[in-house]
């Protein structure tokens, strides 16, 4: 079973959402779905679950290195 997953695709709201739901859906009730979302509200991503309240924001940033 898994207690966390993380969706991070690109800004594009009806496939975030789409994840969401297919998360919501395959996670066990009690596991918390977390979004990178960096312009969508985390509440409207959430609206998008049968479990709203563990959906949460959760920001990654990389750090590129130029290689010589």
Not at 17 to 41: E, F, H, V, W, Y
Request: charge should be positive; include cysteine.
């Amino acid at each position: 079973a898994c207690d966390l997953a993380i969706e991070a695709v690109n800004e594009n709201e009806a496939l975030k959402c789409k994840i969401l739901r297919d998360l919501d859906a395959r996670l066990p009730s009690g596991a918390i779905i977390a979004s990178n979302t960096s312009s969508i509200p985390i509440t409207r991503l959430a609206a998008s679950t049968k479990r709203p309240e563990n959906v949460i924001y959760s920001k990654w940033h990389l750090q590129y290195c130029k290689l010589k």
